[in-house]
Nanobody, 118 residues
Framework: VQLVESGGGLVQPGGSLRLSCAAS????????MGWYRQTPGRNREFVGG????????YYAHYVEGRFTISRDTAKNTVYLQMNNLKPEDTAVYYC????????????WGQGTQVTVSS
């Protein structure tokens, strides 16, 4: 399983970015797809996810209302639309896939840097 993120970069506070996560196989082979982020010295934290069966999205409270997760099943790609970005959103963002065997996010991408700064 390969997950490849793209779309990171530098953006000003209040700006927007859209991250993409392309899976090497069908996203329906996973229980869910998720996004996490990590800053130096801190644990990786959950941002949000989307279920494979019905495409329901769910979010951590600190991004709800600003971030939106969507998917394109034909392209086996999941997106993270980030609006009204804040400096505290600066992090490396990781895409993850939940294994149907364990239910845990067992598969990870390499990460993409998002920097929110003026």
């Amino acid at each position: 399983v390969q997950l490849v993120e793209s779309g990171g970069g530098l953006v000003q506070p209040g700006g927007s970015l859209r991250l993409s996560c392309a899976a090497s196989g069908s996203i329906f082979s996973f229980n869910a797809m998720g996004w996490y982020r990590q800053t130096p010295g801190r644990n990786r934290e959950f941002v949000g996810g989307i279920t494979s069966t019905d495409g329901d999205a769910y979010y951590a409270h600190y991004v709800e209302g600003r971030f939106t997760i969507s998917r394109d099943t034909a392209k086996n790609t999941v997106y993270l639309q980030m609006n009204n970005l804040k400096p505290e959103d600066t992090a490396v963002y990781y895409c993850a896939a939940a294994s149907p065997e364990s239910g845990a996010y067992d598969f990870w991408g390499q990460g993409t840097q998002v920097t929110v700064s003026s």
